[in-house]
């Protein structure tokens, strides 16, 4: 499993990447946030592989 962060300032954008990485069996969604300090923590915490 690849485990994805996403960013985005964009409400729809998020969405849209939310829905397609439940549709990918190889892909588990770690988070979604429009917060880049919570995701640049979540990132040097080693959260995710994919951002």
């Known amino acids: 499993m690849i485990r ?3 960013v985005d300032d964009e409400p ?3 969405n849209i990447l939310e829905d397609y990485i439940a549709k990918m069996p190889f892909l588990t ?3 979604a946030t429009t917060n880049p300090i919570e995701a640049l923590t979540l990132v040097q915490n080693g959260a995710a592989d994919l951002v």
């Open 12 to 14: 729809l954008a998020l």
């Open 29 to 31: 969604l770690v988070k």
């Open 4 to 6: 994805c962060l996403v």
